[in-house]
């Protein structure tokens, strides 16, 4: 490894900080391999050291918040705000799309299904001509 | 493989965002259960205090539903709402300081008057905050943006709308300075 190498890795670290992956460039494993160097290792410690403060301090961030009503205010306040809509919710294009399918099977069905082969005659029985029927008999 | 992904998140977040604005209470509380504290976070971390976060980010969500039936996937929902965040809180930051001219603002350390918080109270973590509030603004929001909400370079350069490079330069600004006040404040040991 050149000391160029070794001089702009310490100045990345000094950026970005020790958790390689957060680099903006893709080199992973030669900026590992660059961190088994002692110049570089101690640049990287150094910067861990910051970087583990400043995510304890996130934490304590998120726990306060956590704590606090804020969130739940804030959904509160803005579901209040929002029109109730009834039908909100309903995935129209799938009833849409059931619709569809539904008449496509309709239409299917009946190119499918033979016509019938004559035409059924229905007789209309009067009820009140048969029961004249049986007055007179 | 990336790729597919970032097009299954998007294509995710626009059936989200036309659920959102076709009025659905459910898919809107999901979002703003999956969004809120993270942006919490950021405007608490910009304005020092969770009241004014709270305001922005209410805000902030607001103009996210107002925009929902015209969403168009330019960004990931997060993004956009990390840059909506971001620019009510310099507004708020500039109505606190309405004195003092805009291009002063960069210069000014904040946080003077913050008040304390019980979950602040371990020697090491105070330090940082401590740190933090007296970094400009911008370099403060550099370190929040890359290092508390875990965001690209490309993509937080992008919220504060300035180049790569320019982000890059604030970032190193802002650990510098950081290792700095923390050094001076201690022996070191943060």
């Known amino acids: 490894m050149s000391e160029l190498q070794s001089a702009t890795l310490i100045a990345r670290l000094r950026i970005y900080g020790s958790d390689l992956s957060r680099w903006p460039d893709h080199q992973q494993a030669a900026r590992e391999a660059l961190v088994a160097q002692p110049d570089v290792r101690r640049a990287w410690e150094s910067e861990r050291v910051l970087d583990r403060a400043m995510a304890a301090h996130r934490d304590a961030m998120d726990q306060e918040i956590a704590r606090s009503d804020a969130a739940s205010g804030i959904r509160r306040r803005l579901l209040s705000r929002i029109p109730a809509d009834p039908l909100a919710g309903i995935a129209w294009r799938s009833v849409a799309a059931a619709m569809l399918v539904a008449g496509m099977l309709g239409g299917a069905i009946d190119l499918v299904l033979p016509e019938p082969l004559e035409s059924t005659d229905m007789a209309m029985l009067d009820p009140l001509d048969t029961l004249d029927d049986a007055d007179t008999r | ?190």
Not at chain 2, 16 to 41: K, N, T
Not at chain 2, 116 to 126: C, I, T
């Open chain 2, 1 to 190: 493989m990336a790729k597919d992904g970032e097009l299954d998140a998007a294509t995710r977040e626009i059936a989200e965002m036309r659920a959102v604005a076709s009025g659905d209470p459910a898919a809107f509380a999901q979002l703003i259960d999956r969004e809120s504290p993270r942006l919490l976070r950021f405007a608490q971390g910009l304005l020092g205090t969770l009241e004014e976060a709270e305001d922005v980010v209410q805000d902030t969500l607001i103009r996210l539903y107002e925009n929902a039936g015209s969403w168009e996937p330019q960004a990931r929902i997060g993004t956009w709402l990390h840059r909506v965040c971001y620019n009510r809180s310099i507004d708020k930051l500039r109505r606190r300081r309405a004195f003092v001219e805009d291009g002063v603002l960069d210069e000014m350390p904040d946080g003077a008057d913050l008040p304390d918080s019980a979950l602040l109270r371990s020697e090491a973590v105070r330090s940082v905050r401590d740190a933090m509030e007296r970094l400009p603004h911008r370099q403060r929001t550099a370190v929040l943006l890359f290092h508390f909400q875990e965001l690209a370079q490309r993509e937080a350069a992008g919220i504060m709308g300035i180049s790569e490079p320019a982000f890059e330069s604030l970032l190193a600004r802002a650990r510098r300075q950081m290792r700095t006040l923390l050094d001076r404040e201690g022996d070191g040991d943060v």
